[in-house]
C-alpha cells in the first residue's frame, strides 16, 4: 500500500505562505485521488481539499478556496498544497491522505484511506 510523508510546514506569519508536499511510495500514486485534511487544537478533523488521480480536477473546502491551492506530480509521486494569505484559524497539524474510492465523494474526513503522520503549521505574529 501507498506510504505517505509529509513535509514543510513551520511558523509563519499572519498574511504569509507555505509549501506542504507529501511524498508517496509506490506505483499506484498516479491512480489515487489524494486529499489534504487537518485538525487544529481541540478540534476534529478538518477536509482542505482534493484532487484527482490525473491532477485536472481539485475541490476545496470555502474556508481555503482562493487562499489555497492543491496539485500533483505524478511523475515524482508528490502531492502539494499552496497556502497564502495564512491565518491563525489555518493553524493545524496537516495531512495527506487517500481518498476511499476514486471519486470527490467523502462521507466525513475521517473516511480517509490512507494518512501521512502529519506537518505542523502555526500561523502567529
Known amino acids: 500500500e501507498v506510504q505517505l510523508v509529509e513535509s514543510g510546514g513551520g511558523l509563519v506569519q499572519p498574511g504569509g505562505s507555505l509549501r506542504l508536499s507529501c511524498a508517496a511510495s509506490?506505483?499506484?500514486?498516479?491512480?489515487?485521488?489524494m486529499m489534504w485534511v487537518r485538525q487544529a487544537p481541540g478540534k476534529g478533523l478538518e477536509w482542505v481539499a482534493g484532487?484527482?488521480?490525473?491532477?485536472?480536477?481539485?475541490r476545496y473546502a470555502g474556508s481555503v478556496e482562493g487562499r489555497f491551492t492543491i496539485s500533483k506530480d505524478n511523475a515524482k509521486n508528490i502531492l502539494y498544497l499552496e497556502m497564502n494569505s495564512l491565518q491563525p484559524e489555518d493553524t493545524a497539524v496537516y495531512y495527506c491522505?487517500?481518498?476511499?474510492?476514486?471519486?470527490?465523494?467523502?462521507?466525513?474526513?475521517?473516511?480517509?484511506?490512507?494518512r501521512g503522520q502529519g506537518t505542523q503549521v502555526t500561523v502567529s505574529s
Open positions: 484532487i484527482a488521480s490525473g491532477g485536472g480536477a481539485a
Open positions: 509506490g506505483s499506484t500514486f498516479r491512480n489515487l485521488f
Open positions: 491522505a487517500t481518498y476511499p474510492q476514486p471519486t470527490f465523494y467523502l462521507g466525513s474526513a475521517y473516511d480517509y484511506g490512507r
